[in-house]
C-alpha cells in the first residue's frame, strides 16, 4: 500500500537510440497513508521504561513490551529491547551501519514482541483454568490441598512456596500462582483424573497459540504445542506424566510469543473473544481520502462459556488484591494481572513476565511485559507493568479533566 505501482512506457527508437514516438504508456500511482493504530506517546514511554529497567538489571539484556485494545485487537504499544533507529533504513543505511546491527550479541533487529519463542510460565495458567472449567474437569468451588508439591515414584513436582497454599480452588490457584492445583488440572493426581495433555493442547489452540496470530507485520513466529507423537518422533520417547505436569504450569516444551499471550489475556478481559492484533487501522490516498478502514472481526466469538471467564478474571482480579501482583494495588484503577517467572535453561535466571488488563470492570489496555533473564516476576515484570500503568492512566485522567 505504501509502494504504489511504478510506470511504464514503451517507445520506438531508431538505430540510434533516440526516441522516435511513444508506443503504450502507464502513468505512476501514487503510495498509501497508512493510519496506524499505535499510541506514539504510549510507545516512547514503553520504551523508555523497559530500557530503564533492562539496564538496572545485571542478568537481563532484552524486553518486549505490547499494549492491545482487548475490543478490537488493535495493538497501541508494541516494544522489543534492544531497539534501532528505523530512519537508518528509510534513509539508506551504510555497509559498516548494518554491519553494527548484525554483528551485534544483543540481535536488535530481532523483533522480540512478534519473533521471540518463550517458555510463558505460570501466564498459561488462565488457559488451563478456563480449559478446566469449560470441560468440567472443575468448577469454581473444587480444591485441592497444596502442601508445597505433589510426588510421583521418586520424582517431585513442587510448588514455589516452601510448605505450600492450603487449601486453594481455581482463584486463589490464579491469584497465588499455585502449582499443585495446575499439576492435579492438568495430569491428575491419585483417584482425580486430569485434562490430559490432548485437551491441554486442544484449548491452547482455541486461546490462538502453535500459530501466528495473523498481525499485518513481518516474520511473525508461531510458538510451539509439544504433542505425544511430536516427542517420539523427535525425543525418542514417550510422553510422560511430568510432562504433563510441567505443561499444565506453562514450562516444558511449550513456547509462546509475548503477542500471543497479550492475545490470549485479552479474551479475558473483554469477555471472550479471540482477535486478530493489527496496526493499520486505515489505508488513505496522498489526499487524505479513506481507501480502506480495517473493521476488526473476532476470529473467534466465544472461545470459552462467559461464566467461566468470569471465573478466571476474577483469579486475576485477586492476584492485584492479594496475589502476586500486589503491587498493582494502589493504582488509580482496577487492574487484573497474572505473573510468570518462566525457567528456561537449568541453573539460568528465568524470565519475568507479566500480563494483565485495566480497567478490571471496563478494560481498554491489556499490557504485556517480558524481561529476559529477568527473575522474579513480582520484583521485576510487575514494576515495569506499574510504572507504564501509572502512566498511561494518570495521561487519560488528566485528558478527561482538560
Not at 532484552?62 to 534492544?82: F, Q, R, Y
Not at 485437551?199 to 505425544?228: A, H, N, V
Amino acid at each position: 500500500a505504501l509502494k504504489g505501482e511504478k510506470g511504464k512506457k514503451r517507445v520506438e527508437v531508431d538505430a540510434l537510440g533516440k526516441e522516435k514516438k511513444i508506443i503504450s504508456k502507464k502513468e505512476p500511482r501514487d503510495g498509501h497513508n497508512l493510519i496506524l493504530s499505535l499510541d506514539s506517546e504510549l510507545q516512547a514511554k514503553m520504551q523508555q521504561v523497559l530500557s530503564k529497567h533492562v539496564q538496572q538489571i545485571d542478568s537481563a539484556q532484552a524486553a518486549a513490551g505490547i499494549a492491545m485494545d482487548p475490543h478490537t485487537g488493535e495493538v497501541l504499544s508494541l516494544v522489543s529491547i534492544p531497539a534501532y533507529n528505523n530512519n537508518l533504513f528509510a534513509r539508506g543505511i551504510t555497509s559498516s551501519q548494518y554491519k553494527k546491527l548484525t554483528d551485534s550479541p544483543s540481535n536488535p533487529l530481532f523483533n522480540r514482541a512478534v519473533t521471540g519463542e518463550y517458555p510463558p510460565g505460570s501466564t498459561f495458567k488462565p488457559v488451563m483454568a478456563a480449559a478446566g472449567l469449560q470441560e468440567g474437569i472443575i468448577t469454581d468451588h473444587t480444591s485441592f490441598k497444596s502442601t508445597g508439591g505433589i510426588r510421583v515414584g521418586k520424582w517431585f513436582f513442587p510448588d514455589w512456596k516452601q510448605g505450600g497454599h492450603g487449601i486453594t480452588d481455581v482463584r486463589k490457584a490464579i491469584s497465588q500462582s499455585v502449582n499443585t492445583f495446575f499439576y492435579y488440572l492438568g495430569g491428575g493426581y491419585n483417584d482425580f483424573t486430569g485434562l490430559g495433555v490432548d485437551r491441554i493442547i486442544d484449548y491452547s489452540r482455541k486461546f490462538g497459540l502453535g500459530e501466528s496470530t495473523g498481525i499485518d507485520l513481518p516474520q511473525e513466529t508461531s510458538g510451539f504445542l509439544p504433542t505425544k507423537e511430536w516427542k517420539k518422533k523427535e525425543k525418542g520417547e514417550r510422553w510422560y506424566i511430568g510432562d504433563t505436569y510441567h505443561l499444565s504450569i506453562g514450562q516444558g516444551f511449550i513456547l509462546t510469543t509475548p503477542l500471543q499471550v497479550t492475545n490470549y489475556i485479552s479474551v479475558f478481559a473483554n469477555g471472550g473473544k479471540l482477535y486478530e492484533p493489527f496496526l493499520v487501522k486505515e489505508i488513505r490516498n496522498t489526499q487524505g481520502k479513506l481507501v480502506e478502514r480495517i473493521d476488526p472481526e473476532p476470529l473467534k466469538k466465544r472461545v470459552v462459556e462467559e461464566e467461566n471467564v468470569r471465573v478466571v478474571r476474577q483469579g486475576m482480579r485477586q492476584a492485584v488484591t492479594n496475589g502476586s501482583c500486589r503491587r498493582l494495588y494502589d493504582l488509580s484503577v482496577k487492574a487484573a494481572g497474572k505473573t510468570g517467572t518462566a525457567q528456561w535453561e537449568k541453573d539460568k535466571t528465568p524470565h519475568s513476565w507479566f500480563t494483565g488488563f485495566a480497567p478490571y470492570e471496563d478494560p481498554e489496555i491489556v499490557l504485556t511485559v517480558l524481561v529476559e533473564k529477568g527473575g522474579e516476576s513480582e520484583e521485576v515484570a510487575v514494576p515495569v507493568a506499574k510504572e507504564i500503568l501509572e502512566w498511561y492512566f494518570d495521561k487519560r485522567n488528566k485528558k478527561d479533566v482538560e
